[in-house]
């Protein structure tokens, strides 16, 4: 159980485009998601804090105009990447809290990571 | 100061070996623990998960918690090959937002 998708897991694109990144719960539903950055071998960066049916907290810093958020269903949240720049070329990994583990409210489960690469 | 320390290594042991990975902390207020691993270019995967103090166990992996020193453990027994990977701890104070270390790479060698 706890199982996070993400697609595309790799994507290569020009500098100036628009690259939209999908989270899913697949056996799970996650009120809430988080979306991260990682850089090489540093670690994960929480980019924005994603709840469904409401807007996204970002972290400061985090140009919410530019990293847009869309949490519309209980399994899904996408990261959209817009007018990408080559700075913009990273790890990007998505997470999502299990409301009914029973775990932890804190738990995160994560997804396998999307590699930007913008040229 | 960081709210999560964490020593990059890399930790270099022989298969078989038993592991010792730390970190501190200095928010007091912290209460979950979890230690996640991660391969390279893979997402984090929930390896260990903790509440307050005390010890944990699931198969060869124990996670040790001590509150009173701020300082949480993760031990390896009989070491693999296949353990080789990014650890990070992480902690929370009940928020939901996790406050990850810089993660310790290990590597086993056979």
């Known amino acids: 159980g706890a199982v996070v998708s993400q697609h595309p897991s790799r994507v290569i694109c020009k500098s100036g485009t628009s690259v939209k990144i999908e989270c899913r719960s697949l056996d799970f539903q996650a009120t809430t998601m988080f979306w991260y950055r990682q850089f090489p071998k540093q670690s994960l960066m929480l980019m924005a804090t994603?709840?469904?049916?409401?807007?996204?907290?970002?972290e400061q810093g985090v140009e919410k105009d530019k990293f847009l958020i869309n949490h519309a269903s209980l399994t899904l949240s996408t990261l959209t990447v817009t007018s990408a720049h080559p700075e913009d070329s990273s790890f990007y990994i998505c997470?999502?809290?299990?409301?009914?583990?029973?775990?932890?409210?804190?738990?995160?489960?994560f997804g396998p990571g999307t590699r930007l690469t913008v040229l | 100061q960081k709210e999560v320390e964490q020593d990059p290594g890399p930790l270099s042991v022989p298969e078989g070996a038993i592991v010792s990975l730390n970190c501190t902390y200095s928010?007091?207020?912290?209460?979950?623990f979890m230690w996640y691993r991660q391969y390279s270019r893979k997402g984090p995967e929930l390896l260990m998960y903790t509440y307050s103090s005390g010890n944990k166990e699931d198969g060869r992996f124990t996670a040790q918690v001590d509150k009173s020193s701020k300082y949480i453990s993760l031990f390896i027994r009989d070491s693999q090959p296949s353990d080789s990977a990014t650890y990070l701890c992480?902690?929370?104070?009940?928020?939901?937002?996790?406050?990850f270390g810089t993660g310790t790479r290990l590597l086993v060698s056979p």
């Open positions: 928010n007091s207020a912290f209460q979950y």
């Open positions: 994603s709840n469904e049916g409401s807007k996204a907290t970002y």
């Open positions: 997470s999502a809290r299990d409301v009914g583990s029973g775990i932890s409210t804190d738990t995160q489960y």
């Open positions: 992480a902690t929370s104070g009940g928020f939901q937002k996790l406050v």
